[in-house]
T-cell receptor, first 109, second 115 residues
């Protein structure tokens, strides 16, 4: 199983930066790290993906250190609408994506 | 592109009835996944197809569940007979192979209630 470990829940306030760290000690050479966001009653939505160093898009940044055993999703200036479950996955390529329990982020006003 | 399209969005059925869930993947995508989500068990992979061929169905709960992908633009998940414990949200997702660097996109899901 492509297992990752991330906090069960996090709390934040509007306007703050949120960093969610994911551990993937047994990551394979060809694996990518992919993050999904899920709102209640919706399917998971792709946020960002990376292999190493830093990737940034209009939604988030993803930091992956040189050893690739962990990664950090950074959400700048969160708002109430960022309240969701965030999943960190190892993407092995031709196999299916395995979801863990994710991190439940609660943003308070 | 309209994204991954699932139908129906909601299904309520009586125990023992047959249920068929449908999925249309994004055009050009050649890998398709079926997931089930419940509060207790989270998001579970049921089965996935690469190029219309089932690759891993070890997540299918039991023989009452079956999935087909007759062509690149359509897949079905059938439950026969249905039971109350099958109540869940069923998601379909698709992506382009090879997977690395190509994320999967999910449909809106089908909420199944078996009474």
């Amino acid at each position: 199983l492509a297992k990752t470990t991330q906090p069960i829940s996090m709390d934040s306030y509007e306007g703050q930066e949120v960093n969610i760290t994911c551990s993937h000690n047994n990551i394979a050479t060809n694996d990518y790290i992919t993050w999904y966001q899920q709102f209640p009653s919706q399917g998971p939505r792709f946020i960002i993906q990376g292999y190493k160093t830093k990737v940034t898009n209009e939604v988030a940044s993803l930091f992956i250190p040189a050893d690739r055993k962990s990664s950090t999703l950074s959400l700048p200036r969160v708002s109430l609408s960022d309240t969701a479950v965030y999943y960190c996955l190892r993407d092995t390529g031709r196999r299916a994506l395995t979801f863990g329990s994710g991190t439940r982020l609660q943003v308070q006003p | 592109d309209a994204g991954v399209i699932q139908s129906p969005r909601h299904e309520v059925t009586e125990m023992g009835q047959e249920v068929t869930l449908r999925c249309k993947p994004i055009s050009g995508h050649n890998s398709l996944f079926w997931y089930r989500q419940t509060m207790m068990r989270g998001l579970e992979l049921l089965i996935y197809f690469n190029n219309n061929v089932p690759i891993d169905d070890s997540g299918m709960p039991e023989d009452r569940f079956s999935a087909k992908m007759p062509n690149a633009s359509f897949s079905t998940l059938k439950i026969q007979p249905s039971e109350p414990r099958d109540s869940a949200v069923y998601f379909c997702a698709s992506r382009i192979l090879p997977g690395q660097g190509n994320p999967a996109f999910f449909g809106q899901g089908t909420r199944l209630t078996v009474v």
